[in-house]
């Protein structure tokens, strides 16, 4: 069993910067792969980016890459993802979500979720 929850949403302007948390408990960190999804209302829930379990490997969608960075910290037991260049249309429910294994993909892999943290952006 694994326990997420986010942290660091909020309302920032176009162009502006956020990073966003993920604290994990439960299953050993370093053994599974974790991941950030997003949801805006009215549309479906979306993976954004997925890094492996030591961080050797990452995926990003095409609409965050070159703007977002997603990273872990195992020794904390916190995922991150940094996001740049913040537009109008990466306002969503920001969700963080834990694989069943090793592995980063497929998205139905993705079994434990977090509650969501909130960001908007203005324009």
């Known amino acids: 069993q694994v326990h997420l929850v986010e942290s660091g949403g909020g309302l920032v302007q176009a162009g502006d910067s956020l990073r966003v948390s993920c604290a994990a408990s439960?299953?050993?960190?370093?053994?599974?792969?974790v991941g950030w999804f997003r949801q805006a209302p009215g549309k479906e829930r979306d993976l954004l980016a997925a890094?492996?379990?030591?961080?050797?490997?990452?995926y990003y969608a095409d609409s965050v890459k070159d703007r977002f960075t997603i990273s872990r910290d195992n020794t904390k037991n916190t995922l991150y993802l940094q996001m740049n260049s913040l537009k109008p249309a990466d306002t969503a429910l920001y969700y963080c979500?834990?694989?069943?294994?090793?592995?980063?993909?497929?998205?139905?892999?993705?079994?434990?979720w977090g509650q969501g943290t909130q960001v908007t952006v203005s324009s």
């Open positions: 979500a834990a694989s069943r294994s090793a592995a980063i993909l497929p998205v139905s892999n993705y079994a434990y």
């Open positions: 439960g299953r050993t960190f370093s053994t599974y792969a």
């Open positions: 890094i492996s379990p030591l961080g050797g490997s990452t």
